[in-house]
């Protein structure tokens, strides 16, 4: 099997379990994506909710990109790490007056705003300060991504965004309030999307929406496509870097652009998942009658995403080469879901091997929790080795 390659001497002293960053693929990563986005001129805003770690974000910003956020304390650590306020958009449908508000001190490029309420709030906090807040409309464009039904946004009923059917009503109502000035509309059509048709209907709505709104004297300045390239989670080694290239091609071809109106996408995981992988101790194998189980230091409370979409994550033993057999490989947690895979072929497995948890740096660290009263895993940069 060919695993990845580890600096598996240099593990040795670190305290497992821990997430463990490739500085070098994300480097190259951040590169290519702003390489190819450079061709057409679009913009991407890191979604920061896939991995705020501080170094990584500072990495990030270094590289000239901006920032999507979803919560106040995301928008101070994107200006911390060093984004540019004028490339920060915040999105989310729950905006407190607090995060507003400190939003509205930085004087971040925009908010996507995704319900009348939220408008109205914006409009009273933007006017107090004798600001005008810019707005994106979050639209909900009907699109099915074919994914995973807890991280599909796109479909007309659910929590985000505006429908399309009331678009001119809201868009006449921000044009209404003083304080807000309406400079684009925002989608996301969900996360993890490998079929890349999916985003071609996406361009399909966004052009049926401005010609709707050109015959009516409305133009957007901005589009936002949102996010959501998928990552290949079976082959990490395979393509590590996403395929940006044909990814903004599609958009270049199939979306209907106006006279000077900017493109943004706001990609998280295929930016920051192959360049991460959750490493964990092997403390016990068991063997029962017909399975045995690889009983690692790691759990749920560390990557979350197995038991909580059931996602596949590939496990690899960085420590041995011994000839191959089929464990289950579970954590130490009080839960029956507490598993990161079940019949998984690793190489001879015993305590104290290391394995490596692959395409972990997106979603992993970021949604560790403290239950059974855990310690939160820790983080090395490979840079940093
Ligand atoms: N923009 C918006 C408005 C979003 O809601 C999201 C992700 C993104 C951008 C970034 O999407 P990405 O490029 O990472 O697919 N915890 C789940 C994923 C939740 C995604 C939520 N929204 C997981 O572990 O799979």
Redesign the pocket.
Known sequence: MIKGVFPVEKFKNIETPFYYYDVDLLTRTLDFVKGEADKYGYEPHY?V??NANAKILALIASKGFGA?C?SGNEVQAAVEAGFPASKIVF?GVGKTDREINLALDHDIFCF?AESIPELEVLNELAGAKGKKARVEL?VNPNVDAHT?H??T?GLSENK?GFNMEDLEKIVALVQSLPNLELIGL?F?I????TDLSSFENLCVRVNELQDQFESKGVKFANINI?????INYEHPNHMPIADFEAYFRLFNKHLKLREGQRVHC??????VAQCGSLITKVTYVKKGNVKQFAIVDAGMTDL??PA??E?YHRIENITSDAEVEKYDVVGPICESSDVFDKDVELNGTKRGDLLAIRSAG??GEI?ASRYNLRNLPGAVLSSEL
Not at 190 to 193: H, K, L
Not at 226 to 230: E, K, P, R, S, T
């Open positions: 979604a909710k896939a999507d979803v999105a996507n979050r995973h807890y991280i946004t985000f925002h996301h969900g996360s993890q999307i949102g996010g959501g390239l998928g706001e990609p998280g995981r295929s930016i979350i995403r909580l979409y996602a997106a979603y949604m």
